[in-house]
């Protein structure tokens, strides 16, 4: 069984991901939107004590912190960086009375941790995403912002070599709504309101031009480990059989060719 994921995003966006663009000599920035999602109980890890606070996706506690931070991963040994144009929000009413007998900062307040990934050195910024505004006294969060930073000069260049691979920021996975279904042979396949109720997607909410179909074809894994195969999952070609009214009618669907799970070799006739 050869699988596929349906990737659906919402009014042109996808998610809460971030960007990054590099300039020369080793800088670059960052850009990320933070998505805040209720509210989650955490433990003082001194006391104990069990309190409620707004959370966002992705949020985590470092061994030791009380406060939730935002982990953001950079590739290379970050030695300096820098918030810019960060953009604050107020909470609810609600939320600000969990937030009403915190310490919170009045700039944001950010970490960096080096570490080593497959023999290569990698950054985890940490962004702590709420404030008291100094101004009003009010609790405010973060919902997006840029990071300005500079790699130290040794791993500008990831690897330090031409033959170092390169890899995606993140994966596609990372925003979005994902659906997953499996492909057993060769062949079109038709994807109408039925067939889209059973992945669970609600058709009557689905504007078509928002659906994507993602999916890599590459039989069993290859032995050489210089053998091409994909960083991450590959957008797949997707027809839409209907009009461009932005809704799913009952006579639209889309259509697409997959091929199975087994694949030929071309050398040596041999059955993946």
Same mark, same amino acid.
């Given at each position: 069984?050869?699988?596929?994921?349906?990737?659906?995003?919402?009014?042109?966006?996808?998610?809460?991901?971030?960007?990054?663009?590099?300039?020369?000599?080793?800088?670059?920035?960052?850009?990320?939107?933070?998505?805040?999602?209720?509210?989650?109980?955490?433990?003082?890890?001194?006391?104990?004590?069990?309190?409620?606070?707004?959370?966002?996706?992705?949020?985590?506690?470092?061994?030791?912190?009380?406060?939730?931070?935002?982990?953001?991963?950079?590739?290379?040994?970050?030695?300096?960086?820098?918030?810019?144009?960060?953009?604050?929000?107020?909470?609810?009413?609600?939320?600000?009375?969990?937030?009403?007998?915190?310490?919170?900062?009045?700039?944001?307040?950010?970490?960096?941790?080096?570490?080593?990934?497959?023999?290569?050195?990698?950054?985890?910024?940490?962004?702590?995403?709420?404030?008291?505004?100094?101004?009003?006294?009010?609790?405010?969060?973060?919902?997006?912002?840029?990071?300005?930073?500079?790699?130290?000069?040794?791993?500008?260049?990831?690897?330090?070599?031409?033959?170092?691979?390169?890899?995606?920021?993140?994966?596609?996975?990372?925003?979005?709504?994902?659906?997953?279904?499996?492909?057993?042979?060769?062949? !079109?396949?038709?994807?109408?309101?039925?067939?889209?109720?059973?992945?669970?997607?609600?058709?009557?909410?689905?504007?078509?031009?928002?659906?994507?179909?993602?999916?890599?074809?590459?039989? !069993?894994?290859?032995?050489?480990?210089?053998?091409?195969?994909?960083?991450?999952?590959?957008?797949?070609? !997707?027809?839409?059989?209907?009009?461009?009214?932005?809704?799913?009618?009952?006579?639209?669907?889309?259509?697409?060719?997959?091929?199975?799970?087994?694949?030929?070799?071309?050398?040596?006739?041999?059955?993946?």
């Amino acid at each position: 069984m050869r699988y596929l994921f349906i990737l659906l995003t919402v009014a042109g966006l996808t998610g809460f991901g971030s960007s990054q663009v590099h300039a020369q000599d080793g800088a670059a920035t960052l850009h990320r939107a933070v998505q805040w999602s209720g509210v989650a109980e955490l433990a003082d890890p001194r006391t104990g004590a069990r309190h409620k606070e707004p959370t966002f996706s992705g949020a985590f506690v470092p061994r030791g912190e009380q406060a939730q931070m935002l982990a953001i991963r950079i590739e290379g040994a970050v030695s300096q960086g820098e918030i810019q144009n960060p953009i604050y929000e107020p909470f609810t009413v609600a939320e600000a009375k969990l937030l009403a007998n915190r310490p919170l900062p009045a700039a944001p307040v950010t970490r960096l941790l080096t570490g080593t990934e497959r023999k290569l050195p990698v950054t985890t910024l940490l962004v702590q995403p709420t404030r008291r505004n100094p101004g009003s006294g009010q609790a405010e969060r973060l919902v997006s912002f840029d990071y300005a930073y500079a790699l130290e000069p040794a791993t500008a260049q990831r690897g330090g070599g031409a033959s170092a691979r390169p890899h995606a920021a993140h994966s596609v996975l990372l925003s979005g709504d994902w659906f997953k279904l499996g492909v057993a042979d060769n062949g !079109i396949y038709k994807l109408d309101k039925s067939a889209l109720r059973t992945l669970g997607l609600d058709p009557n909410s689905i504007n078509p031009s928002r659906l994507q179909l993602y999916g890599n074809s590459m039989g !069993i894994l290859p032995q050489p480990n210089a053998a091409y195969r994909p960083d991450d999952l590959v957008e797949n070609n !997707i027809l839409f059989v209907g009009n461009a009214d932005n809704t799913f009618d009952d006579n639209e669907y889309f259509l697409f060719y997959s091929p199975g799970a087994h694949t030929w070799a071309a050398s040596g006739g041999l059955f993946q």
